[in-house]
């Protein structure tokens, strides 16, 4: 494995094919959030597939919890697909068929000489892509368990988020200093209509706006964000963004991803 690929120093942004053929990088997949990567053998190995499955029976909690989660193998997009679709994974599957991602990041299993997959490893990074855990499933006990992931990725939403201990906070602030949390050069900070900061994350919408200007509309009530105030502390900038208008007051009415059972509803 490349030395480089240690706990500290970012990841790199692979730029591959999912299974419908199209390109994605692991910044669009990840859109600023917790990833979870994992290079996985194939579909063909039995140790592979309950790894695999361990990871999809968390993939709710992970992606609602503002974090990401995606999967690299050897194979092609289509058997990927196939792959993907039978465990019922909820996230991205991409294929590194012409093993030029393994041999660039060095982490082929070059002792399988019939397959040539990847060494079964697992990488969690922040919200910047830096990784901040490795684990190397050769031996399937080298594979973090559910706890280990739940750990990690704890660690990072609270070094990132200051609303990690949110009464604290509110009772002394409201909201968190331009510099606190992720350390990036610009973050956007949302906050609800008397400045109780709620999520932070990486500003990547460009020039840094102009207050009272729009900048996205809220998932969950189609509200726009609109910038309240520019914080700066040093060289780091925080872009305050409260919602526009009032909320509809129907409390029964919910816009936001719900997850069901996949048996739909009866």
Not at 54 to 63: K, P
Not at 87 to 113: N, Q
Not at 216 to 228: A, L, Q
Not at 229 to 237: H, K, L, P, S
Request: charged share 25%.
């Amino acid at each position: 494995m490349r030395a480089d690929l240690v706990p500290g120093n970012p990841f790199p942004d692979l730029a591959l094919p999912e299974t419908t053929g199209r390109e994605l990088t692991l910044s669009r997949i990840a859109a600023g959030q917790p990833l979870v990567l994992l290079f996985v053998r194939g579909w063909w190995c039995p140790k592979e597939q309950i790894r695999v499955r361990n990871v999809v029976a968390m993939q709710d909690e992970i992606q609602r919890e503002y974090g990401a989660l995606a999967a690299v193998t050897v194979d092609e997009p289509y058997v990927n697909g196939a792959f993907r679709a039978g465990i019922g994974a909820d996230f991205p599957f991409l294929s590194d068929a012409a093993r030029a991602v393994a041999r660039e990041l060095d982490i082929l299993e070059v002792t399988d000489e019939k397959h040539r997959p990847f060494l079964p490893l697992t990488f969690v990074c922040d919200s910047r892509l830096v990784i901040r855990g490795v684990w190397n499933g050769f031996w399937f006990w080298g594979n973090p368990t559910p706890g280990e992931l739940r750990r990690t990725l704890r660690e990072i939403t609270r070094d990132e988020q200051p609303s990690y201990d949110p009464v604290s906070l509110w009772a002394e602030s409201g909201s968190g200093a331009p510099d606190a949390g992720i350390e990036a050069p610009v973050v956007w900070v949302r906050e609800d209509s008397s400045g109780h900061e709620l999520q932070r994350g990486v500003w990547g919408g460009g020039e840094v706006p102009a207050v009272g200007e729009r900048t996205t509309r809220s998932k969950v009530d189609g509200r726009w964000w609109r910038v309240e105030e520019i914080r700066r502390a040093g060289d780091r900038v925080a872009i305050h963004l409260r919602k526009e208008g009032e909320p509809d007051g129907d409390p029964h009415l919910v816009r936001h991803r719900m997850t069901v059972p996949r048996g739909g509803l009866t």
